[in-house]
């Protein structure tokens, strides 16, 4: 089971942490990804993590500069630093984890469980 939250309503320009805590799963094994998703849209991939937190991939636009996956095994949580957020950034981010094949991160088909999702509104 994921739970993610760290949402909530933020300026344009501000920073937000989410976190994704897991349990009952081998988290400390299973590379963990971010997506988000607005209202009508597809799911779009933000960034991918392996399990030991050695290598990060991200979505290739914009986001790759502001936003920031790391993970804390100990804790079983992965987390997500996004900075300078736009109202582009307004959606619900979910967090997956069990990915079966790390070439295929930034695809959400590969991952095997999700978080409930925690909505992000960036106000202009």
């Known amino acids: 089971q994921l739970q993610a939250s760290g949402g909530g309503l933020v300026q344009t320009g501000g920073s937000l942490r989410l976190s994704c805590a897991a349990s009952?799963?081998?988290?400390?094994?299973?590379?963990m990804g971010w997506f988000r998703q607005t209202p009508g849209e597809e799911r779009e991939f933000v960034a991918a993590?392996?399990?030991?937190?050695?290598?990060?991939?991200y979505n290739r636009g914009s986001m790759k500069d502001r936003f920031t996956i790391s993970r804390d095994n100990a804790k079983n949580t992965i987390y997500l630093q996004m900075n300078s957020l736009s109202p582009e950034d307004t959606a619900v981010y979910y967090c997956?984890?069990?990915?079966?094949?790390?070439?295929?991160?930034?695809?959400?088909?590969?991952?095997?469980?999700w978080g409930q999702g925690t909505l992000v509104t960036v106000s202009s």
């Open positions: 009952g799963r081998s988290f400390s094994s299973s590379d």
């Open positions: 997956a984890g069990g990915l079966r094949n790390w070439r295929c991160a930034r695809s959400g088909a590969w991952y095997d469980y």
């Open positions: 993590i392996t399990s030991n937190g050695g290598v990060t991939v």
